[in-house]
């Protein structure tokens, strides 16, 4: 519990046993990473005036708009000399990335929906050769 001291989190909420969206409200902001129903839940705790800022989607924007939040999204770019540090962090072990499972290409519309659902711990990878 020390990392929730660390953000200053005032609730700490069990998303597989608790839907966050009966234990908060009047939040000024949310981050959000996963869109979809998990972004239209979102907007029920955000407080009018507030903000949803997405990585994923501008969903749900004529509902937020009857609300009067804000919705914006961002986009992050990965460089290829970023890459190579990440790789290099990997291939020592200093880094050890978290993979769910290991899917051929031809079940990437599996592995898609899997994303989507938002229940998956660690990365999917899609094996191309």
Do not use: C
Not at 19 to 38: S, Y
Not at 50 to 67: C, D, F, H, M, S
Not at 99 to 117: C, G, N, R
């Amino acid at each position: 519990m020390a990392f929730v001291k660390k953000l200053g989190a005032d609730k700490v909420i069990d998303y597989k046993n608790e839907k966050f969206e009966e234990k908060l409200k009047n939040i000024d902001l949310v981050i959000d990473l996963i869109g979809g129903e998990t972004q239209k839940r979102s907007l029920k705790v955000i407080k009018k005036g507030g903000r949803l800022i997405t990585a994923v989607q501008l969903g749900n924007q004529e509902e937020a708009k009857e609300k009067n939040i804000h919705i914006e999204g961002f986009l992050t770019q990965s460089l290829p000399e970023e890459l190579e540090q990440i790789k290099q962090l990997i291939d020592s072990g200093k880094v050890m990335p978290v993979i769910a499972s290991v899917m051929p290409l031809k079940d990437a519309a599996k592995a898609q929906k899997l994303s989507e659902e938002g229940h998956v711990r660690g990365k999917i990878v899609l094996q191309v050769v």
